[in-house]
């Protein structure tokens, strides 16, 4: 195991992604190339809204145990992005909007009854593994913003260009996602090259990625399982109309 300089550790850091990251899932190929039912895209919706709204949880986490005040400041950012600074602002109450758009009851959503358990299980891991593991495994989890914002054009495209129930403002969330992502990759990146100053810290950085991109596959993997094939919904999970 050979120390890596800093640009080698951010060339193997988007190695992962270009192989790893959910762009490449069969259940985004539909969604963006409009070949899903609007069940499929209420179901995707529906199941992202748990993740979305633990984001501020899994920040928060990590600025509590962090003792660097110039981190902390940094990452507090990531709290109003999703929290926003009143009620109705933030990524949380957009992603809200998009579930509206698709005909799906606020609260429904909010209350998590529609939610896949496999859905639960790997966000909770995510949430669990930013509290648990050292605070540059938590802060290197974070890069799959570097890749993001290509896969936030790809959606914004495809789904107008192709579901008629789908409108710009029911978007609205993915407008504003791209600068936020750059920034908050940004800093990640240069805080892990900083960071991560032994062979052993810089394999750690990089799991921490897989990981995190395997959460995010993990979650297509059982929207697929559930709604595309074999179709096997869990009991008490959401059930679409048109199933």
Request: glycine letters at 6%; hydrophobic letters at 40%; a neutral charge.
């Amino acid at each position: 195991m050979k120390l890596l300089s800093p640009e080698e550790l951010e060339r193997a850091l988007r190695d992962i992604g270009a192989k790893r990251y959910h762009r490449l899932h069969p259940f985004h190929a539909m969604l963006h190339g409009g070949k899903c039912s609007k069940g499929q895209v209420q179901a995707w919706a529906l199941n992202r809204y748990y993740y979305q709204a633990m984001i501020p949880i899994k920040d928060a986490s990590l600025i509590a145990r962090c003792d660097d005040s110039a981190v902390r400041r940094e990452w507090r950012s990531r709290l109003v992005d999703h929290d926003g600074e009143h009620e109705g602002e933030g990524g949380i109450a957009r992603w809200l909007k998009l579930t509206d758009g698709l005909g799906l009851e606020r609260g429904y959503v909010t209350s998590l009854r529609g939610l896949l358990p496999g859905t639960r299980f790997a966000v909770e891991a995510y949430v669990n593994f930013v509290r648990e593991k050292t605070l540059l495994e938590a802060i290197a989890s974070s890069l799959t913003e570097m890749f993001s914002p290509v896969i936030i054009s790809e959606r914004m495209t495809g789904m107008l260009a192709n579901y008629d129930f789908v409108t710009r403002e029911t978007l609205s969330y993915f407008d504003k996602r791209p600068p936020q992502a750059r920034r908050d990759a940004d800093f990640a990146l240069s805080y892990v090259k900083q960071n991560a100053r032994t062979p052993e810290q810089q394999q750690a950085a990089l799991a921490a990625l897989e990981f995190k991109c395997g959460v995010l596959w993990t979650m297509l993997d059982v929207l697929d399982h559930a709604y595309v094939s074999p179709k096997h919904v869990p009991p008490g999970a959401f059930v679409p109309e048109d199933h």
